[in-house]
């Protein structure tokens, strides 16, 4: 996919000014067309970006309006936040090709400030200078894609999930 101009000023105004996205992906998942629900726990939630800079980039975050990455959660929840970045990540990386997989928490409490965690999939044959921070900045531009693009690859996250949910299961002897 080709990448297209994206004005981070206007951005940063907008959610600086308006409420947390997030709890509003939340209240009513995949509503927009564009944060297509990849998973969901009693008390997380896994979405696609709207905004993504690597194919399969997806945002992970727990439901409840927390703003510090680790100040705001008992140990166990921060776990079990952490299982669902680790079970997206995989899916991630079983969908698509993925010479390395980035994650990485960001936000601000002057804007995003719920916290999220993000998984960015570096593709193969990214020349190096174009990888790590650069492949994440969106001043380099955003990926030109369609709702309908982001509802395909949330289905097969999904999927990949699910199998991996399966593969566990039978081979720890349970039933899903």
Not at 35 to 45: F, M, Q, R, S
Not at 81 to 90: F, G, N, P, S, T
Not at 157 to 175: H, K, W, Y
Request: charged letters at 20%; one cysteine or more; aromatic letters at 8%.
């Amino acid at each position: 996919m080709r990448r297209v101009p994206f004005d981070v000023e206007a951005y940063a105004q907008r959610v600086q000014s308006s409420s947390c996205f997030i709890c509003e992906i939340v209240a009513d998942p995949g509503n927009d067309g564009w944060h297509a629900l990849v998973a969901e726990t009693e008390d997380n939630i896994a979405f696609l970006s709207k905004y993504p800079t690597l194919v399969g980039h997806v945002l992970v975050a727990p439901k409840r309006h927390h703003e510090h990455v680790v100040g705001d959660f008992s140990e166990d929840a921060y776990l079990r936040l952490m299982a669902l970045v680790y079970q997206v990540a995989r899916a991630v990386e079983a969908t698509l090709e993925v010479e390395r997989t980035y994650l990485l928490s960001l936000g601000s409490q002057q804007g995003n400030s719920h916290v999220h965690w993000h998984i960015s999939p570096l593709p193969p044959g990214v020349p190096y200078r174009e990888q790590q921070f650069h492949a994440l900045m969106a001043e380099n531009g955003v990926l030109e894609w369609t709702q309908e693009q982001a509802g395909a690859l949330a289905r097969q996250l999904r999927a990949a999930i699910l199998e991996q949910t399966t593969r566990a299961a039978v081979d720890t002897g349970f039933r899903t």
